[in-house]
Structures are given as C-alpha cells and as structure tokens.
C-alpha cells in the first residue's frame, strides 16, 4: 500500500485527478481497449472532479475511451432526486465531460428485481473487461463503497441495511433530517473493489482519521472494510495532514520517505 501525504484536500485532489488522467492517457498510448473506471460519490471526491473536469476542457486528457461503473446507490430513492447518485454524477462530472452516455454506469436503486441488477452489475463489469482503476472515498467508520462493519471482505454487488451511523453522516445531504436518509443502498462488494487492477482511495480532514489508522495500521478485518486494500497489490491512499495525523509518526516518516524517494 502506498499512502500519499498532501497538505490538504486541494493538493490531494490535484494529485488524483493528474494521476487518474496519466492513467488513462498512458492506456490510449498502447491500446484501443477502453479505459475502465470504477467511480465515487460523496464530498471527498468533489475537487478531484473539478480538476478532471478542467483537464477535459483543457485538452488534456479524454474521456471518449472511457467506461465508468459508479459504486453504489441508495434503494427507493427516486433517479431524479438531487441526492440520488445519479444526480450527483451528472452534477459534478457526467455533465462537463465527453465520456458516452452508454459508458456510464450506474446501479439503479428502483430495479424491480435488485438481485438479478446486481448480478448483471457485476456481469457488466467483466464484460468490459475489469476495472483499470478504481477511485473510492471512505466512510468515517472505514467503509469502502456502502459496505459497513462487518460486510465480508469477499462481498461482491448486492443490497446493503447501512448503519445508524452512516444514516446520520449523510443526513447533511437530506435537509439534516436522519428519517429522510434511505434504509438500504446497491453497493459494489469490497472484492469487487479489490478486483481492480489498481485502487486510489481519497479520505480528507480529521473526521477520516480513524478510519484510516484502522485500514493502514490495524488488522485487515470486517470491522474496517477499507483495511481489505492491505491484500491489494496496487493500492493507494490520497491522504491530507489531517486525515493522516492518527497513525503513528514511524509510519507517516516511512510514507513521506517513499513519497521523496520515488518523486511521487
Ligand atoms: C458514503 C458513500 C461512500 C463515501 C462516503 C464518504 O457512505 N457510499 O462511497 O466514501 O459516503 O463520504 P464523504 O466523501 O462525503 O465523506
């Protein structure tokens, strides 16, 4: 695991977003085959967005080639609502970029029959070949995609209860009312996650640190299911001062070492 340390959530997102875009870049150099992403929601990933968002429109990188599979997706709310994902994707990326609507993935909360749309998820994902790169965020309790304490570490895309605690963090988006907040949500496994050839996980700001000192120090466990990119050959965390300052100092002089010896 390598563990990026930027001064704040504007470096950080910088870093990502001309990561993300060398990565797509270095594929279209070697390959016709479409660049296949795994994509986040959530305040986090916001600023990385806006960067890509500005490459695009700059010229700098495309995303034509590209074929995106979002994580999840709350159950029962309605596609239009302005706190569905779906709206939140057209909102801060789909909408100023040139990716093809039909490369644009998404669960759908509504299906009449939720198993056989996570089946074909996880079908359509293999179908176009396997994640290149996915790009997640983390939930203040180490949860990767929605799956919280004590999701298997082997799970793949399925309907998830979320907890009380994930309900009240996320009620912000819901006018501050928990009741408004749905019960359930679609959500890519952690080894779906895990799956990809490569993981970029974004956590900003103290209230990640927590999380991110059980996923990089602690035993890889159900508890935290972030703590599953310590089995991952390629996996990166995009880290802040802030988010970072709960793990031990030898562990954060030992990422900034690797930081200064590989130039990254
Ligand atoms: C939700 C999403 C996660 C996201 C997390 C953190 O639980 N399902 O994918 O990582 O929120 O959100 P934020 O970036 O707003 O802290």
């Given at each position: 695991m390598k563990v990026i340390i930027r001064n704040n959530s504007a470096e950080g997102s910088l870093?990502?977003?001309?990561?993300?875009?060398?990565?797509?870049?270095?594929?279209?150099?070697?390959?016709?085959?479409?660049?296949?992403i795994g994509l986040c929601t959530g305040s986090t990933p916001i600023e990385t967005y806006a960067e890509l968002i500005r490459m695009v429109k700059a010229g700098e990188v495309s995303f034509k080639n590209v074929i995106s599979f979002n994580m999840d997706e709350y159950v029962g709310l309605p596609v239009e609502h302005p706190e569905s994902y779906h709206s939140f994707m057209h909102r801060y990326l789909f909408d100023h970029i040139d990716e093809k609507p039909e490369n644009i993935h998404i669960l759908d909360g509504n299906a009449p029959d939720i198993?056989?749309?996570?089946?074909?998820y996880e079908k359509a994902i293999v179908d176009a070949g396997g994640f290149d790169l996915f790009l997640g965020g983390v939930g203040e309790d180490g949860h990767i995609a929605f799956n919280e304490p004590f999701s298997s570490l082997s799970s793949r895309t399925?309907?998830?209860?979320?907890?009380?605690?994930?309900?009240?963090v996320n009620a912000r988006f819901f006018d501050g009312d928990f009741n408004k907040v749905p019960k359930q949500a679609l959500t890519v496994g952690v080894a779906t996650v895990?799956?990809?050839?490569?993981?970029?996980?974004?956590?900003?700001?103290s209230k990640k640190a927590r999380a991110l000192k059980d996923a990089i120090e602690g035993p890889m466990s159900h508890y935290c299911t972030l703590s599953g990119l310590q089995n991952h050959p390629a996996g990166t965390i995009v880290?802040?001062?802030?988010?970072?300052?709960?793990?031990?100092?030898?562990?954060y002089r030992y990422f900034k070492a690797v930081e200064e010896a590989e130039n990254l």
């Amino acid at each position: 695991m390598k563990v990026i340390i930027r001064n704040n959530s504007a470096e950080g997102s910088l870093w990502a977003a001309h990561y993300i875009a060398a990565k797509i870049n270095a594929k279209a150099k070697v390959s016709n085959k479409p660049f296949v992403i795994g994509l986040c929601t959530g305040s986090t990933p916001i600023e990385t967005y806006a960067e890509l968002i500005r490459m695009v429109k700059a010229g700098e990188v495309s995303f034509k080639n590209v074929i995106s599979f979002n994580m999840d997706e709350y159950v029962g709310l309605p596609v239009e609502h302005p706190e569905s994902y779906h709206s939140f994707m057209h909102r801060y990326l789909f909408d100023h970029i040139d990716e093809k609507p039909e490369n644009i993935h998404i669960l759908d909360g509504n299906a009449p029959d939720i198993e056989a749309e996570c089946a074909a998820y996880e079908k359509a994902i293999v179908d176009a070949g396997g994640f290149d790169l996915f790009l997640g965020g983390v939930g203040e309790d180490g949860h990767i995609a929605f799956n919280e304490p004590f999701s298997s570490l082997s799970s793949r895309t399925r309907v998830v209860t979320l907890t009380q605690d994930t309900r009240e963090v996320n009620a912000r988006f819901f006018d501050g009312d928990f009741n408004k907040v749905p019960k359930q949500a679609l959500t890519v496994g952690v080894a779906t996650v895990l799956s990809s050839k490569e993981v970029v996980i974004l956590a900003f700001g103290s209230k990640k640190a927590r999380a991110l000192k059980d996923a990089i120090e602690g035993p890889m466990s159900h508890y935290c299911t972030l703590s599953g990119l310590q089995n991952h050959p390629a996996g990166t965390i995009v880290c802040d001062e802030n988010s970072i300052s709960e793990v031990k100092v030898s562990s954060y002089r030992y990422f900034k070492a690797v930081e200064e010896a590989e130039n990254l």
